[in-house]
C-alpha cells in the first residue's frame, strides 16, 4: 500500500506500522491496566497509518514510532489513576487544553451550540480529575501576533539579493514536517519562525501557569485535545528549556475523537445532523493602494494546492508574499482525529455541520487582546523584548540534499 499521492516507485515506510506493534516499552501489568481502565473500553493506539500521510519520504522515524503509539489515553489515565492512589505529595497537577477547531465537532457529535459543548466537556473532563481546562485560543493570539511581527520585519528586509518572502505559515505540524522531510532547503527558510498556538500554549501551561501556582513544571501533567493525530507528532518535538529545566510543552495529545469515544461510554447519545456551505481549498487576497495591489495573500489547502504552490515557489514565479498553508483539505475542521466515519471516510454531513459552527464562533482582533497584552507584560517582558524570541518562536530543520528526491514530480 502506497500513500495517496505518493510519487515515489518504492515505499521506505511499508513496515514501520507492523514494526511499532511489537514494541511495549514500559506498559503495565494486566491487573494495573484492568484497574486504571475502569468503566472505559480500551481505544486503539495512536498510528500514523500510510493512508494518511501526507510525505512519502521517510518522515517517521522508529523512535518517533515507539514515542507515537504511547500518545494516547493510557497515559492520561495512568497520571489519573496515580493521583487517586498515591501520596498528595506525589500527585501531578492535570491541565487539558482545548483547539477551537475541535470545539464544533463536540458540538455537531452531540447536538449542541459550541458554548454548551465547550461546557459539557469541561465538565466531562474535571469528573474524570482533571483539575484545568484551558481554551488556546490565547496561544493562537500569540502565534498570530508574532507572525504578523515576522511579517513585517520580512516585507522591509525583502530584496532580489536577499529573498525574505514569501513566507509560509508554519502552524500546521504535517505541513511543517512535509517541508523539513521532503521539500528542504528552497522551503524550510520561507517558514514562519513564529511557534504554533500548541507549542505556544505548552510554554503558557509549562513556564508561566506553572510559575503562578509555585510549581514545578514537571509536576504538571498537560494534555492537548486536537483534531488532528499530526499534533501528536508536534508535541514529540515540543519542547521548553529554561537554565534550572528542561520539559515537553505537551505530555500527551488526545484527538478530538479519541475525547468522544471517552464520553459517549459515558452515556451522552449522537445525533446525525447536516447544515450547509463548503470552504474551499485556495483563496486569494490581495491589498491594494491607490488602485494598485501593494501585497498578495493566498491560503492553500490540502496537498494538490500545496503541490501547485511549491511548484511556482521553485520556478521563481510565486506571486503571493504570505500564504497559509494546511495538509487538510477544508483546513483544521477536517483532521483525521475526529472528521472521519468509522469505516475511515470523510463525514461529510459532521464537516458541514462543523463549518456552520466554527463559523458562529466570535472573532476578535488578538492585537486588541487585554489578556494578551498582559501577558506580553508580565510573562515576556514586553513584546520586544529578547525573551518574545526564546519562548514563542522555533527553527525548522531542513535536509541537506535537496536534489536527493530524483521521484519528486512537481
Not at 511495549?24 to 484492568?34: E, M, N, T, V
Not at 501547485?308 to 483532521?335: M, Q, S, T
Not at 518574545?388 to 518562536?393: F, G, P, T, Y
Request: neutral net charge.
Amino acid at each position: 500500500m502506497k500513500c495517496e499521492h505518493c510519487t515515489r516507485k518504492e515505499c521506505s515506510k511499508k513496515t514501520k506500522t507492523d514494526d511499532q506493534e511489537n514494541v511495549s516499552g514500559g506498559a503495565p501489568s494486566p491487573a494495573q491496566a484492568k484497574e486504571e481502565k475502569g468503566e472505559f473500553h480500551k481505544l486503539a493506539d495512536a498510528k500514523i497509518y500510510l493512508s494518511d500521510c501526507l510525505a512519502c519520504d521517510s518522515c517517521i522515524t522508529p523512535e518517533e514510532g515507539v514515542q507515537l503509539s504511547q500518545q494516547n489515553a493510557k497515559d492520561f489515565f495512568h497520571v489519573l489513576h496515580l493521583n487517586k492512589k498515591c501520596d498528595v505529595s506525589k500527585h501531578r497537577v492535570l491541565v487539558v487544553s482545548v483547539c477551537p477547531q475541535s470545539l464544533p465537532y463536540f458540538a455537531a457529535k452531540f447536538n449542541l451550540n459550541v458554548s454548551d459543548a465547550s461546557r459539557r466537556l469541561c465538565g466531562f473532563l474535571k469528573s474524570l480529575g482533571v483539575h484545568y481546562v484551558f481554551d488556546t485560543a490565547i496561544a493562537a493570539d500569540f502565534s498570530i501576533l508574532e507572525s504578523q511581527r515576522e511579517f513585517v520585519h520580512r516585507y522591509h528586509q525583502h530584496s532580489k539579493e536577499q529573498r525574505a518572502l514569501p513566507m509560509l505559515t508554519s502552524a500546521c505540524p504535517g505541513w511543517v514536517r512535509y517541508a523539513e522531510r521532503v521539500l528542504g532547503c528552497p522551503v524550510t527558510p520561507h517558514l514562519c519562525t513564529a511557534k504554533s498556538p500548541q507549542q505556544v500554549m505548552g510554554s503558557l501551561v509549562k513556564d508561566y501557569f506553572a510559575g503562578q501556582k509555585n510549581l514545578p513544571p514537571e509536576k504538571i501533567f498537560h494534555v492537548v485535545v486536537a483534531p488532528c493525530y499530526d499534533k501528536k507528532l508536534e508535541a514529540l518535538r515540543d519542547s521548553f528549556s529554561t537554565a534550572s529545566y528542561s520539559t515537553r510543552g505537551t505530555d500527551c495529545v488526545l484527538t478530538s475523537g479519541e475525547v468522544a469515544q471517552l464520553m459517549e461510554q459515558r452515556g451522552p447519545s449522537v445525533k446525525d445532523a447536516a447544515v450547509d456551505s463548503l470552504n474551499k481549498d485556495f483563496q486569494e487576497v490581495t491589498l491594494e493602494k491607490n488602485g494598485e495591489v501593494v501585497l498578495r495573500f493566498a491560503a492553500a489547502y490540502g496537498f494538490h494546492n500545496i503541490q501547485n504552490i511549491i511548484l511556482k515557489l521553485k520556478k521563481d514565479k510565486f506571486p503571493y508574499h504570505f500564504v497559509e498553508v494546511l495538509a487538510c483539505p477544508r483546513g483544521c475542521l477536517n483532521g483525521r482525529g475526529q472528521a472521519q466515519t468509522e469505516d475511515g471516510h470523510a463525514d461529510k454531513a459532521l464537516l458541514r455541520q462543523m463549518e456552520s459552527l466554527y463559523s458562529a464562533i466570535p472573532v476578535w482582533a488578538p492585537e486588541r487582546s487585554a489578556h494578551v497584552e498582559e501577558l506580553y507584560r508580565e510573562w515576556l517582558e514586553g513584546s520586544d523584548s529578547p525573551r518574545v524570541q526564546e519562548v514563542l518562536h522555533t527553527t525548522h530543520q531542513s535536509v541537506e540534499a535537496c536534489a536527493s528526491t530524483p521521484d519528486m514530480k512537481w
